[in-house]
T-cell receptor
Framework: GAVVSQHPSRVICKSGTSVKIECRSL??????MFWYRQFPKQSLMLMAT?????????EQGVEKDKFLINHASLTLSTLTVTSAHPEDSSFYIC??????????????FGPGTRLTVL | RKEVEQDPGPFNVPEGATVAFNCTYS??????FFWYRQDCRKEPKLLMS?????NEDGRFTAQLNRASQYISLLIRDSKLSDSATYLC???????????WGLGTSLAVNP
């Protein structure tokens, strides 16, 4: 249980294109999802908290117009990296919080999306 | 002081050894504590939640020390497959986010 999927797993794109990443909770409802970015040999960096039916809350320093988040249903959140540049190349990981599974702050992660911008 | 701190390691131990990691946190209002495991180029996976009374799952034991504001993870009888980075996570008080440590790298050697 508590399975989170993420698609695509890998993206290679040209500079200036937009990339959309989907995060789905497969066997539970997730009113809150989180988007992280992780650079090689560094820790997770929270980008934003995505709440179903409302605007995402972005962390300081994260451009909301560049990283568009939509959480239209209880099982799906999307992150769109607009006009991607090489410095956006990173490992993007989503997580979902499952209230019905014990500790309410437990986060279950998707497998991540490795973005490479040429 | 960082909100959540871990010794980055690496810890190099032989198979069968017992190894322990600590993770300190600064927010005394924190209520939820977790250990996650992350393999190279993979997503973090929940290893165990940490409860006030301590908890054990097979070879893994987690404990919470509220007075000194740290959590610990003990791994007994280390296996090669335990090699990974171990991340601790602490909730940010009233905010429902988790604050993450930088991770402790463990290498179990044959």
């Amino acid at each position: 249980g508590a399975v989170v999927s993420q698609h695509p797993s890998r993206v290679i794109c040209k500079s200036g294109t937009s990339v959309k990443i989907e995060c789905r909770s497969l066997d539970f409802q997730a009113t809150t999802m989180f988007w992280y970015r992780q650079f090689p040999k560094q820790s997770l960096m929270l980008m934003a908290t995505s709440n179903e039916g409302s605007k995402a809350t972005y962390e300081q320093g994260v451009e909301k117009d560049k990283f568009l988040i939509n959480h239209a249903s209880l099982t799906l959140s999307t992150l769109t990296v607009t006009s991607a540049h090489p410095e956006d190349s990173s490992f993007y990981i989503c997580s979902a919080r499952a209230f019905e599974r014990g500790a309410s702050d437990t986060q279950y992660f998707g497998p991540g999306t490795r973005l490479t911008v040429l | 002081r960082k909100e959540v701190e871990q010794d980055p390691g690496p810890f190099n131990v032989p198979e069968g050894a017992t190894v322990a990691f600590n993770c300190t946190y600064s927010n005394s209002a924190s209520q939820s504590f977790f250990w996650y495991r992350q393999d190279c180029r993979k997503e973090p996976k929940l290893l165990m939640s940490v409860y006030s009374s301590g908890n054990e799952d097979g070879r893994f034991t987690a404990q919470l020390n509220r007075a000194s504001q740290y959590i610990s993870l003990l791994i007994r009888d280390s296996k090669l497959s335990d090699s990974a980075t171990y991340l601790c996570a602490v909730n940010a008080g009233n905010n429902r986010k988790l604050i993450w440590g930088l991770g402790t790298s463990l290498a179990v050697n044959p």
